[in-house]
């Protein structure tokens, strides 16, 4: 095992795709993420654990036939000194029910032979208080354990006549039975003894080491709650746990199996620990280089920056997360004017903002939009960072107009709603920064959409969340078939007063810059909210038309080879992925 886990030690840790962890220890803290190949090799080692293949058989064990005979002894004693019931026998297993070759002194076992299960009794909610003796439900098996966090306790005379068999003192093994949680097992691991309530299942084990019991019953649980999985509400019934089939080793086997298990667990903890320690300094690696790109101030020191990342672009950018920390970076630079050259034969942003200016005044004069109130100028303790030569900073208000959705009765509700016509935009629509029309998009009539009065979109228009998740924002882009739409009331349209615009502030409004503003202004904590209010007074960096067009179609081309190293790291990720799969394929066959 030792060698299988040596050998294949970059496909364990190199299938990063998160997924839960299949437990830590013996398998019974499932908390927190693992990457795959680590979790599939956790499954592994259980796997051959309850085939026999983790540890040699040692001939001198005693049999577990042996370890049957004295627990049938064992039963029948208990049933005539009435201590427990005699049961039903249970059915003869079957092939079909035998899926692999037992090593010698193996049996094969079903559940009910050799445990008791304890059905937990049906207290009442009245009876609950927050002191008392502890009352297990099925919320309170979390992780491989029992919680007490929100555990319900009642009065020691509601527990004074109830059997002892109810009980669950430390140690002990209990399974959820439904509900969201259904099949998970805890141990009981505090000093305190509990009651269980119903729908939880106590296992008590004849002379069997509980701890190895465990992993049998992981994967069998999984298999029968597969079965039941039809149901709306996933359940276990006490006939399907006492048919539990598993191989049983000798006694001094289990032991040996734990302590294997044991060890080799601990061994994946510390990879685990490894690559998070390995993952947490790359990141920070990264971090590091990349503010050095937005945090120089001379030409000379960005470009000895960029060619430092640049030298080791292989191994800096490895992970989705320094990918995404890499595009954010690009669009920084981009919005700082260090990522395409000025050109001092461009027009400069003052001319640009005076076009503004005077086509707000056209706009104001012919009564199309309404005056604003004067903003506030912009100092340098004002700005987040300095521009190049050429660049100007300005407010939100001064280059744009804001509209809500429309609030009148006019407003469409749920009887509007038709199959086509105009199309009706929600929070849900907005994907990837683009207003789309693919996801199961709302439409009104052309007659409805022509009694509102505000909310209506054109091309290029930007549209922008209040509530929730405030600042998402999207663009609307007009297509030959959908040339408008219009917004609910928890939205609002930015229109630019000039349209060539509209591509450089897409990018702005992606960058750290613009969400900063937006975090400052959001108040709320049920639920955040900004009112448009204050988006007039947003700050926003203004390179000519001609840097904007150098800009976007730089940033294009680099985000789309952000694009392209996503699209490498998962084929490569994948293909760790299936190859752990395979491997585990392959030990156990």
């Not at 966090?149 to 509601?158: D, F, I, L, P």
């Not at 669950?168 to 009651?195: C, P, Q, R, Y």
């Not at 004002?382 to 900073?393: Q, V």
Request: charged content about 25%; glycine content about 8%.
């Amino acid at each position: 095992m030792m060698d299988l886990i040596s050998e294949h030690i970059a496909t364990w840790t190199g299938a990063r795709i998160a997924k839960p962890n299949g437990g830590r220890g013996r398998g019974r803290g499932a908390n927190g993420k693992s990457p795959y190949g680590i979790k599939k090799l956790r499954e592994l080692i259980l796997e051959l654990a309850v085939r026999g293949k983790l540890v040699p058989q040692d001939p001198n064990d005693e049999p577990a036939s042996v370890l049957l005979e004295k627990i049938a002894k064992e039963k029948a004693r208990l049933i005539k000194e009435g201590k427990i019931k005699k049961q039903k026998k249970l059915p003869e297993i079957t092939e079909e029910e035998k899926p692999f070759e037992l090593p010698d002194g193996w049996e094969w076992v079903k559940l009910g032979e050799v445990s008791e299960f304890v059905n937990g009794f049906a207290f009442k909610s009245s009876d609950f208080s927050d002191a008392g003796i502890g009352i297990v439900k099925i919320g309170d098996i979390q992780n491989g354990e029992i919680t007490t966090a929100s555990m319900s306790r009642v009065n020691e005379q509601v527990v004074a006549s109830l059997d002892d068999t109810l009980k669950v003192t430390k140690g002990e093994m209990l399974i959820a039975m439904s509900g969201a949680t259904t099949g998970k097992l805890g141990f009981n691991k505090t000093d305190e003894v509990f009651f269980i309530n119903q729908r939880v299942g106590k296992i008590a084990p004849y002379f069997l080491f509980l701890d190895y019991l465990f992993y049998p019953l992981t994967t069998k649980i999984a298999e029968n709650l597969a079965k039941s999985m039809g149901s709306a509400i996933p359940n276990l019934s006490t006939v399907q746990i006492k048919n539990i089939v598993f191989a049983l080793p000798p006694l001094a086997e289990q032991h040996r199996i734990v302590a294997k298990v044991d060890e080799l667990m601990a061994l994946c903890d510390k990879l685990e620990q490894q690559q998070t320690d390995s993952n947490e300094t790359h990141q920070t690696l990264v971090q590091t280089l990349l503010a050095t790109l937005t945090t120089v101030a001379d030409p000379a020191e960005f470009t000895l920056s960029w060619q430092r990342i640049a030298a080791h672009f292989d191994t800096l950018f490895t992970t989705e997360e320094s990918i995404d920390q890499l595009k954010q970076t690009i669009l920084q630079l981009a919005v700082m004017g260090k990522l395409a050259p000025q050109d001092p034969n461009d027009e400069p942003a003052s001319t640009l903002l005076e076009k503004i200016a005077t086509e707000k005044a056209r706009l104001i004069k012919e009564g199309k939009i309404k005056k604003q109130k004067h903003l506030p100028g912009i100092g340098v303790d004002d700005t987040p960072f300095g521009l190049p030569t050429g660049w100007e900073w300005t407010r939100l208000g001064d280059i744009a107009t804001f509209e809500n959705g429309d609030r009148s009765k006019r407003y469409p509700n749920n009887s509007d709603h038709e199959l086509s016509g105009v199309p009706f935009f929600g929070a849900k629509d907005m994907v990837d920064g683009i207003l789309r029309f693919d996801n199961g998009l709302r439409f009104i009539s052309q007659g409805k959409f022509n009694e509102l009065s505000n909310g209506k979109l054109i091309d290029m228009d930007f549209v922008m969340l209040l509530r929730g998740t405030v600042g998402k924002m999207a663009i609307f882009r007009a297509t030959p078939e959908f040339s408008t739409g219009f917004i609910n009331a928890q939205m609002l349209i930015v229109r630019m007063l000039k349209t060539d615009f509209c591509d450089f502030f897409n990018l702005y409004r992606e960058s750290n810059f613009f969400n900063k503003q937006v975090g400052d202004k959001t108040t709320g904590t049920a639920i955040r909210q900004m009112p448009a209010s204050v988006l007039l007074e947003f700050l926003v960096p203004v390179p000519s038309l001609n840097e904007q067009g150098r800009i976007v179609t730089k940033v294009d081309e680099l985000l789309a080879l952000c694009d392209t190293l996503k699209e490498r790291l998962h084929d490569a990720q994948t293909t760790q992925v299936q190859l752990a799969d395979v491997i585990v394929e392959q030990a156990v066959a």
